[in-house]
């Protein structure tokens, strides 16, 4: 047992660590601008540590980190309110949908804070959070199906 949870463990860290290179190449290596946020690295812990939780499968992942940030956007460009009543709301608003909506993914309940501290555009949307969250999920298939031979999604 201990050998399999360092074998394991070694196995995330490592794939870890290659998806954040990639997106930190593509973020400071390239003109494509940024690939790299905070809760991407919480992602990588329950998709590749923990592939068989519900909140570690595609839709959840995708529609949990694309829904808060579209929440974050819509609250910081059409809520006249100062940061420290905007922040919590958007917050608080972005979790109720993904848990209404059945793609709760924890990490990406930071989104809306980083959106509204970023002061990001809807281009923000497109990349880091769509192409991140794609690449974030492509390492997760591979590491999952072809490499842990496990049935991913499930």
């Given amino acids: 047992m201990i050998k399999k949870n360092i074998t394991k463990s070694i196995i995330v860290g490592l794939f870890s ?3 954040l290179g990639v997106l930190t190449l593509l973020t400071y290596k390239t ?3 940024v ?3 905070t809760s991407f690295g919480s992602s990588m812990v329950l998709l590749y540590g923990y592939p068989d939780s519900p909140f570690s499968q595609p839709k959840n992942i995708f529609f949990g980190h694309m829904l808060v940030s579209v929440v974050g956007i819509i609250f910081s ?3 006249p309110l100062p940061i ?3 922040i919590p709301l958007a917050t608080g608003f972005g979790i109720t949908l993904m848990i209404l909506l059945n793609v709760v993914h924890p990490p990406a309940g930071a989104n809306a804070i980083i959106v509204i501290m970023g002061g990001v555009s809807v281009n ?3 990349n880091p959070m769509l ?3 794609l690449i974030i999920l492509f390492f997760g298939v591979i590491l999952n199906r072809l490499i842990l031979k ?3 999604p499930l």
């Fill in 131 to 133: 192409i991140g969250t």
């Fill in 31 to 33: 003109e494509f601008g």
């Fill in 17 to 19: 660590s290659i998806t």
């Fill in 77 to 79: 460009h059409f809520v």
């Fill in 35 to 37: 690939f790299l946020i």
């Fill in 84 to 86: 420290y009543l905007l």
């Fill in 150 to 152: 496990k049935k991913y």
């Fill in 124 to 126: 923000y949307l497109v």
